[in-house]
């Protein structure tokens, strides 16, 4: 079974910037914040919000205080200016798509032209565009209703952004035939026009379709209907809960769309869930090695593999000593830390990873306790090897358990974050550096010999883990927001974000060649190379959607430590002949 995902799927630029708007407001102001009628046609993204203390106002009284942002889809001139007249900050997140629309409108009705409308009338955007028409604005829903409208002197036709682009052609062609003298503004949205057309591509090229979406959503039930042409089966759900998976286990290529209102967590779980059915239907083998590939990646037990492959071979690329009980110390930090921090982190992960906080929420008291053994047992390792190493463990872990502590109290203003955590872009610098020390600085220390190699290694490796980390907060963006941490993405917006990784990788890799040919570091660091080369191409492959955000994903990258293992062991053997 394959499964694809439409390129444009989830959150168009209009709900994308809704969302964020609302969600900085929860962050910034203290006030009661409101959106005027449902934000979006998602309840799973209302719910959201109210549990944010986000209402909905659907009528404006005559007095009130707080925030109130408009929707992306706009409302009539007259309602914004009753919200302000009634005491409300008005925050305005109309989509800029809608906005053109209501421009159009409002400049050809105050030239006496009649303004037609394709669409839903009673579809908030649709509302809000009459709003600009004023007594000059008429609905139709279809061709027939269009058909059946009086001939106008002067007229101008635009379509609601999310209509279908199949009917506005008919309307077009209508149009041109029986009333030339009409304009015809083409208003629906470019996401709107990119996503029904690949959708339409992907059901002729599949087996079945799952539609991802509300119910009550206007532009998913059109790619529900843009679907079902193709003559496949179309299953159109809110959840993965609804999912017919043993239906869809039938199929050998199985796509996904979702509507312009779908948050990316849900396509997520949509897809793992297919995923999972896919491997589960495969036999007994496959089954077995994907539920153990699961577990290892959930538990963090592959992660701490990574690490002390990672740390062998930072051993070999300083030129230095490398002794099992420093390997060990390194695989045990970072299955301590990682995992202490993914159970005070749950939050965010009920968004970016469903499977992940399910299986954390059910586990929660046993990888507590493994998280505390294995750092309790790091420390008696490190003791072992004497009062330095273990000294200096105690703070590494000390640091890394602060991360999500309070250490400002409630009163103080004067520092504006309690927590390490609260500190935009903190968390991916603090990951990559705790395992430069704990892979490199700490084994170099340990043993006397921190030098400049040991500092470049431990450097370089900081600079591959932090691309790592950075890539799973680009994939996370959504959850992050929601959640209200702000990471690297979030701070410097996804694209700008992937620019800025691919061009770290270019950096790492001219680093590592200019330090080997130059005798910094061992000849292991030609092989090396491959590490920011298949990091590239893992950014590249997602970009274009070859790879969707799934297990086999997060397995490829967290498998960039192990391959530096196994090219360190190459090294060693190829050296010893």
Not at 128 to 144: H, I, N, P, T
Not at 186 to 199: D, H, L, M, V, W
Not at 207 to 212: P, T
Not at 505 to 518: K, R
């Amino acid at each position: 079974m394959k499964v694809s995902i439409a390129k444009t799927s989830g959150f168009c630029m209009g709900v994308r910037r809704a969302v964020d708007m609302v969600l900085d407001a929860s962050n910034r102001y203290t006030e009661p914040i409101y959106t005027f009628g449902p934000l979006i046609h998602n309840p799973q993204v209302l719910r959201l919000l109210a549990e944010k203390k986000i209402s909905v106002m659907e009528t404006i009284p005559e007095q009130g205080n707080g925030i109130v942002l408009i929707r992306a889809h706009g409302v009539p001139p007259r309602t914004r200016e009753k919200l302000e007249a009634a005491g409300f900050t008005v925050i305005d997140a109309t989509c800029p798509r809608v906005v053109k629309v209501q421009t159009i409108i409002s400049r050809n009705a105050a030239e006496g032209c009649a303004v037609i409308i394709i669409g839903d009338k009673d579809h908030p955007e649709v509302v809000g565009l009459l709003g600009y028409a004023g007594d000059r604005g008429v609905v139709a829903d279809s061709l027939e209703a269009l058909k059946a409208l009086p001939a106008f002197e002067k007229a101008i036709i635009v379509a609601q952004t999310t209509q279908s682009t199949r009917l506005f052609d008919e309307v077009g062609a209508w149009a041109a035939a029986h009333h030339p003298h009409y304009q015809v503004f083409n208003t629906i949205c470019p996401s709107t026009k990119n996503r029904q057309a690949e959708t339409e591509a992907l059901a002729r090229q599949t087996d079945a379709m799952v539609v991802v979406g509300g119910y009550n959503s206007g532009n998913t039930q059109r790619l529900a209907q843009v679907s079902k042409k193709s003559g496949h089966p179309v299953f159109h759900v809110e959840t993965s809960e609804e999912l017919d998976t043993n239906a869809l286990a039938k199929s050998d290529h199985i796509g996904i769309t979702a509507g312009a209102s779908t948050p990316n967590w849900i396509i997520k779980k949509i897809y793992r869930e297919l995923e999972a059915a896919r491997f589960r239907s495969k036999g007994p083998l496959a089954r077995t090695l994907f539920s153990a590939q699961r577990l290892l990646l959930l538990t963090n037990i592959y992660l701490a593999i990574g690490a002390g492959l990672l740390c062998y071979s930072a051993s070999l690329l300083r030129q230095g000593e490398h002794f099992a009980p420093h390997i060990l110390i390194a695989m045990l930090y970072i299955f301590s830390m990682h995992t202490l921090n993914r159970l005070t982190g749950i939050a965010e992960d009920h968004y970016n990873d469903p499977y992940r906080a399910a299986f954390y929420d059910k586990n929660m008291t046993v990888l507590a306790l493994l998280a505390v053994g294995a750092g309790g047992l790091g420390l008696a390792v490190a003791f072992s090897l004497g009062v330095f190493p273990f000294l200096m463990l105690l703070v590494m872990s000390g640091l890394g358990l602060s991360y999500n502590l309070y250490l400002v109290p409630k009163g103080v203003t004067a520092i504006p974050f309690r927590r390490i955590k609260d500190i935009p872009g903190s968390k991916t610098l603090l990951i990559s550096a705790a395992w430069g020390v704990a892979v490199c600085a700490f084994p170099a220390a340990a043993t006397d010999s921190l030098n400049f190699s040991s500092m470049f290694t431990a450097l370089w490796l900081a600079g591959i883990v932090f691309v790592r980390s950075a890539f799973f907060d680009l994939i996370d963006m959504q959850g992050d927001r929601i959640a209200g941490k702000e990471t690297l993405p979030v701070l410097m917006g996804a694209d700008r974000a992937l620019r800025f990784l691919k061009q770290m990788l270019a950096g790492l890799f001219l680093f590592l060649l200019a330090a080997t040919l130059l005798g910094v570091v061992s000849s292991l660091g030609y092989l090396l190379l491959v590490l920011p080369v298949t990091g590239y191409m893992l950014l590249a492959l997602y970009q274009r959607d070859t790879l969707q955000s799934g297990l086999v994903l997060e397995f490829l990258v967290e498998s960039q430590f192990v391959l530096a293992g196994l090219l360190a062991l190459t090294w060693t053997m190829m050296t010893a002949l």
